[in-house]
């Protein structure tokens, strides 16, 4: 069983459209979490880090869920601009391991 | 400007061959990663180093070898056992101790066979 599972998408909206992401973990041990977006054939870029209490920046919002072992990303007003594929990590009991999703691809649409 | 450099951007191995990988940071992490993307897929984990001088072997590290000698960089060595070497390689580094220290990326390796 992988660590982190994502659904590949590609998920296709129009612009302004609010879209949402989950990413199942697998292990309970599991201590940090972040959303990273990559744009096509570059590096991954840190988004956001995901806290127990929820994190929110600007049109993007992060929820981490430990009873059901899921984060969530919300994408509010969707912008062109926002089309990527976003990844999922997760760090377990602090060492310094990462586990990677495969990514959702997002498509944003005029 | 603080950040890591991985270079080159584009590399070609023959048969046989071995080449390397040169990732460098400046942002004075202890922690450093190598992870190879194959197309429409994760990062894997090659090799990881938590502190100079040490290294542990990632998931896929077969076929691949690095070293530690300096806080600054972790060359990745692909070595002809590697038989299926193309890929996206990208470095990453972090601070060691801290659960919420998250990974900074340099923008990648494109290794081609020729």
């Known amino acids: 069983r992988k660590e982190v599972e994502q659904d590949p998408g590609p998920f296709n909206v129009p612009e302004g459209a609010t879209v949402a992401f989950n990413c199942t973990y697998s292990n309970s041990a599991s201590q940090s979490f972040f959303w990273y977006r990559q744009d096509c054939r570059k590096e991954p870029k840190l988004l956001m880090s995901?806290?127990?209490s929820g994190n929110e920046d600007g049109r993007f919002t992060a929820q981490l869920n430990r009873a059901s072992q899921y984060i969530s990303l919300l994408i509010r007003d969707s912008k062109l601009s926002d089309s990527a594929t976003y990844l999922c990590v997760v760090n377990i009991n602090n060492f310094n391991k990462f586990y990677f999703g495969s990514g959702t691809k997002l498509n944003v649409k005029p | 400007d603080g950040g890591i450099t991985q270079s080159p951007k584009y590399l070609f191995r023959k048969e046989g061959q071995n080449v390397t990988l040169s990732c460098e940071q400046n942002?004075?992490?202890?922690?450093m990663y190598w992870y190879r993307q194959d197309p429409g897929q994760g990062l894997r984990l090659i090799y990881y180093s938590q502190i100079v001088n040490d290294f542990q072997k990632g998931d896929i590290a077969e076929g691949y070898s690095v070293s530690r000698e300096k806080k600054e960089s972790f060359p990745l060595t692909v070595t002809s056992a590697q038989k299926n070497p193309t890929a996206f390689y990208l470095c990453a580094s972090s601070i060691r101790t801290g659960n919420w220290q998250p990974q900074h990326f340099g923008d990648g390796t494109r290794l081609s066979i020729l």
């Open positions: 942002l004075n992490h202890d922690a």
């Open positions: 995901v806290y127990s």
